[in-house]
């Protein structure tokens, strides 16, 4: 018979595919667990090394600079070239765990983890895009459709949309840190902090008429700081892809950069950049100043409007602190 | 110098392991390669000759039995064992492509999937006392601390807190689907409604005093839903841990378990648990209908209440119709 013979083809085939792929599991396991082992040696060397050159007082300066290049840059082979994947894991993130469970978000291969940063970026570019669409054609229609009174659904619909906005950024951002990016701890808090501002706009209560011009006073300061925020990150975004690019371009691994200096056209960029980012953060802390207002003047007496203004006022000076603390850093070279 | 020469040694130490791991890296990602496309070559082999087989109208009967069985436990070994993840991806759902963009969450070892799967019931059996306790708390302190009527604040944060539990829930899930779990894809429909409807109630205003029982009254009926809701996963959660542990006790493979009929002790538990669980879904359709009823009426003339009455029905229906499903599969065996 034709068929059963196939049959017997096909389970021995199976078969030795399964004895293949078994030990080939074994195998490489084995191998990796011992280039984990040679990875954490090495690296924990290069600590303990480091810290003794810095403690060594009787070490002539040239050659402590040259024994410090030589060290960094052995320090940015670890961790850039192929054995990245074997150092131990940083922790991952609380949110991670706590929406994923014990999976782990690390890529294994240097092209996934660009592919994972550039799908950040173009997701960041879609979104910032709706960030301003949005709310401008909520205030539009409000002027000229809803004569001056924002009807709640739609505002809800956005302010939904926020959150889940949000909470996916701030998953990505903990996913682009597990692998190796070195984004600032603020930058995913800024967005812990939106994502709470979304979550309390939810249950702010949107008054209509009679008065709504007054009452919803706070729900168009919000739209508007919104609008700002959609600005901010089609800004960010053109520097920061520019910015992956040339990096990419010149086949520089990340650390590499602050050894060598930044690329500079892209510095340039920088400088550019800061001043609207600065006046963009004191239109922040203005909006969350005036919603204090609202709120302790008891024009609307909600605990939402206070708790808005709060967390915008603490967005403004953190996001300013840490812009100035990036710039710091990059004049350092 | 000492520290000259130490130096020396680990960057040379550095130089050895970066080329280790870059020729392990890419003789693994080609035996990898490999054993992709030649699982997936009798993958496709397999099916073939199982569409041949049931089309050849002239076999013996005996004879068709026993190639079936052998087609089976060759798919079963390919789809188990260490081949599994070398088969091609199902795609990832697209809950997960939002929040988490390109990252593969497919554990490679069979181990971490197994691993996965406890933390999830264990995150469950956490969330579901919560989920009994929270709610039960809020109507204990309305009956006799707040003269039957609900505060805004405490219920929105319970309504947060679902929201957040429900998106972890069909996160999890979905990561264990891509681990091949067979859950049905209702079930995550299921939670995407419960998620929309925690979402619907946080903007869903709570009413005061004067004659706040009566305006109230869909609240009441949806912290009910959910101390319910609360009782079912336990039930669930019970049954389903003691199923995970037989059958990695007896060191049975997933699929293996629907060709050679269930492990009968726990099967004997299923029927136990469905009263209950009709029961209860019941009660989840009668409190949709409740909704509807308070919406239509117009004691609360809110779209809230509306639409969490329809996804209550709809859930409950959903529910039904999977559970009935789901033991006509297994009475088949
Ligand atoms: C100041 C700024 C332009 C510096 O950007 P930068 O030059 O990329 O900063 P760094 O070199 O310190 O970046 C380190 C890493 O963090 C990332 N990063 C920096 N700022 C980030 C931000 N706001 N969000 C997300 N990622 C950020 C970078 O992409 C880089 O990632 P990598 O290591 O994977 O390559 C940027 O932080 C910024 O735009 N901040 C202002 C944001 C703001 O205030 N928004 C609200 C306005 S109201
Ligand atoms: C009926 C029921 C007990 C069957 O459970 P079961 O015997 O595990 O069902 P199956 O054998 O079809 O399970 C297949 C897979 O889906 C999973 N699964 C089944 N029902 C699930 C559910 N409700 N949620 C999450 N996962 C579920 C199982 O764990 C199993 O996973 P695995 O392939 O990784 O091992 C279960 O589906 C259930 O409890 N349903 C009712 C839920 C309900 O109605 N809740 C609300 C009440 S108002």
Redesign the interface.
């Known amino acids: 018979?034709e068929?059963?013979e196939?049959?017997?083809r096909?389970?021995d085939?199976?078969?030795e595919?399964?004895d293949?792929?078994?030990s080939?599991?074994s195998a490489?396991?084995q191998?990796?667990l011992s280039?984990r082992q040679?990875?954490s040696v090495?690296d924990a060397?290069?600590r303990r090394?480091h810290s003794?050159?810095v403690s060594?007082k009787h070490?002539d300066p040239k050659?402590f600079d040259k024994?410090e290049e030589?060290?960094q840059?052995?320090r940015c082979?670890?961790a850039d070239?192929?054995?990245s994947?074997?150092l131990p894991f940083k922790p991952q993130g609380r949110f991670v765990r706590?929406?994923?469970?014990?999976?782990?978000?690390r890529?294994s291969?240097k092209d996934?983890q660009l592919?994972?940063k550039e799908?950040?970026n173009s997701?960041r570019d879609r979104t910032a895009l709706l960030f301003l669409v949005f709310p401008a054609i909520l205030l539009t229609l409000r002027s000229y459709v809803w004569y001056g009174c924002l009807p709640?659904?739609p505002v809800?619909l956005y302010e939904?949309w926020l959150l889940?906005l949000y909470?996916?950024l701030v998953?990505?951002e903990n996913?682009l840190r597990a692998n190796g990016s070195d984004i600032r701890s603020w930058w995913l808090y800024h967005h812990y902090c939106a994502m709470a501002m979304a979550?309390v706009s939810?249950?702010w209560?949107i008054k209509g008429q009679p008065n709504c011009v007054q009452k919803q006073k706070g729900v168009r300061l919000f739209l508007q700081w919104a609008m700002m925020q959609g600005v901010a990150m089609l800004l960010q975004n053109r520097y920061q892809r520019q910015r992956l690019y040339t990096r990419i371009a010149l086949g520089k691994a990340k650390r590499m950069d602050v050894v060598w200096g930044e690329t500079s056209g892209v510095d340039g960029q920088l400088w550019l950049l800061c001043p609207i980012l600065f006046t963009l953060q004191g239109f922040e802390a203005y909006v969350g100043l005036q919603l204090l207002r609202t709120a302790l003047t008891g024009v609307v007496a909600e605990?939402q409007v206070l708790i808005c203004g709060i967390l915008l006022v603490v967005m403004a000076i953190g996001n300013f602190i840490n812009t100035v603390e990036t710039l710091m850093v990059k004049s350092r070279f």
């Open positions: 018979m068929v059963e196939e049959v017997r096909i389970v085939q199976v078969k595919l399964h293949s792929a078994t080939f599991v490489s396991s191998e990796e280039l040679r990875s090495v060397s290069i090394l003794t050159l060594d070490l050659l024994l030589d060290l840059r052995a082979l670890l070239g192929d054995t994947s074997f706590m929406f994923l469970g014990p999976v782990n978000v890529a291969r996934i592919k994972v799908e950040y997701y709640a659904f809800q939904a889940f909470a996916g998953m990505r996913i979550l939810l249950t209560e605990w």
